[in-house]
């Protein structure tokens, strides 16, 4: 073991592995980060750094660095956390054109233990080895491409609905009744009552878009979902938007102009990224294609897959409809009993609902529609989908108050994540996923 000392004095970052290059030949530098690889090559030692922005060589000379430095190598374990201050030489063959040829190595941390896996390895580690110990797993090029895409999504859709005058909000997340239906509520007890994790920010979107009119929100949603599958979890990120004065219609022109402009985004700020994935992004063309719910259900009839008019689309259902539609499409107009009870009823035909569903593929990605804005309404669908209207007395009073139409929809990130770096699995693209068999790390 060589010394460790984990106080960092006065040692400060001057720059990052990536900032070393031939243009600052021969400047003095301190760079930290973690050993990933080491090499020895007659008399010199090759060290590898990674950052958070990328790698750098650091090379030590046996006979011509100083002599502490090379005491201090001695014994260096791979992954240990180090700082170096040195002096930049070029040099062709490293990454960025030049290395670092250290005055002095300060060591703040060896590992004690082997790692499970090796995180640059050629051998892909099953999910769940990974998800184990999945600050680790992050260390792997792909892993990292992945969040910052995530980043990046996140970044230019919170500067896309500023830009469109949108406020953001912050609703709470321990709430006294469902909005999603009563099945896949997570219930906690809060001081002496019952009280369950949020579904969605639903009822407390619709109210604030009575004052500020545009509104959005990005934070979890919890979903006590009774199965595993590759798009289900039971923490999500959602997007949700509310808008005032505005039908289902506008929502998904706001929406798919969204959807294009974050992808022509991702095309610009993550090339490296998106090369890692080995993802070509196409930005899709608007208007994007739309079907009515009974025009999937009649391309269902040459089909094996059986769907009774009125019931939410099954997985088998999405995936032939998918083999029409390969890329992003919505699927319009759906029975009112199969969605949710604060989705407005057509005026002409209320069997019939103004709803989307944004689909990419055979994946739900986002859902939406125009609210019901009357009290009387509203009271009379949470009668029918046989919720408890004494619930929901705190939201139905502040129709009383005035109540402008409204339409909103939820954008599911983590699936929208999953489409914009191709990953079949969503647990790949969180950072620490909650499902019914995993509650740690
Ligand atoms: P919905 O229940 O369809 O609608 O959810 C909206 C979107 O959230 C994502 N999503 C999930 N993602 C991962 N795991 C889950 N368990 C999960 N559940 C939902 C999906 C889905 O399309 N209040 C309405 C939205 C609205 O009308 O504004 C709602 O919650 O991508």
Redesign the pocket.
């Known amino acids: 073991m060589s010394k460790v000392s984990e106080d960092l004095n006065e040692w400060r970052r001057t720059c990052y592995s990536t900032d070393v290059t031939p243009d600052l030949e021969s400047k003095e530098i301190t760079v930290f980060g973690r050993v990933m690889t080491r090499r020895e090559q007659g008399g010199i030692t090759f060290l590898i750094l990674q950052d958070m922005k990328g790698i750098v060589q650091v090379t030590i000379h046996r006979d011509k660095s100083p002599k502490e430095v090379v005491e201090d190598i001695k014994n260096l374990e791979l992954h240990s956390v180090i700082g170096i201050k040195g002096s930049v030489k070029s040099m062709p063959k490293a990454p960025h054109g030049a290395e670092i040829n250290p005055s002095k190595i300060k060591i703040l941390s060896q590992p004690k233990t082997k790692l499970p896996f090796d995180p640059h390895g050629r051998i892909e580690q099953s999910i769940d080895k990974r998800l184990d110990l999945r600050v680790i797993d992050l260390l792997r090029p792909r892993s990292q491409a992945i969040f910052k895409i995530r980043n990046v999504v996140l970044e230019v859709m919170r500067q896309f609905f500023h830009d469109e005058d949108f406020l953001e909000i912050n609703t709470p997340k321990i709430i006294s009744s469902a909005?999603?239906g009563g099945a896949a509520l997570f219930p906690l007890l809060y001081y002496d009552k019952e009280a369950f994790l949020a579904?969605?920010p639903?009822l407390y979107k619709e109210q604030l878009s009575s004052i500020f009119e545009k509104v959005f929100e990005i934070a979890p949603?919890f979903?006590a979902?009774p199965f595993r599958t590759l798009?289900?979890?039971?923490e999500?990120i959602?997007v949700?938007?509310?808008q005032a004065y505005v039908t289902y219609v506008d929502v998904m022109e706001l929406l798919e102009r969204m959807i294009q402009h974050i992808v022509i985004s991702l095309n610009e700020k993550c090339k490296d990224e998106l090369s890692i994935l080995n993802v070509k992004l196409d930005p899709p063309q608007l208007p994007l294609k739309q079907v009515t719910y009974d025009e999937v259900l009649k391309a269902l009839e040459k089909t094996d897959v059986k769907i009774e008019w009125g019931d939410d689309l099954s997985t088998a259902s999405l995936k032939e409809i998918s083999k029409q539609f390969p890329q992003y499409y919505f699927i319009i107009d759906w029975p009112t009993t199969s969605k949710?009870f604060y989705?407005k009823p057509k005026t002409a035909n209320q069997e019939l609902c103004e709803s989307f569903?944004l689909m990419c593929g055979p994946i739900?990605?986002?859902?939406?529609?125009t609210r019901i804005s009357n009290r009387e309404d509203l009271a009379k669908r949470i009668a029918e989908k046989g919720l408890e209207p004494k619930n929901f007395d705190y939201h139905l009073k502040i129709f009383d108050y005035g109540m402008p139409p409204h339409a909103?929809?939820?954008?599911?990130l983590?699936?929208l994540i999953m489409m914009l770096t191709n990953i079949e699995n969503?647990r790949e693209v969180v950072l620490f996923p909650r499902d019914p068999q995993r509650l740690t790390p």
């Not at 739900?364 to 529609?369: A, F, K, W």
């Open positions: 909005t999603e579904q969605s639903q949603i979903r979902e798009r289900h979890l039971s999500a959602s949700d938007v509310e949710a989705i569903d739900e990605l986002v859902s939406g529609g909103g929809f939820g954008l599911g983590d699936r969503i």
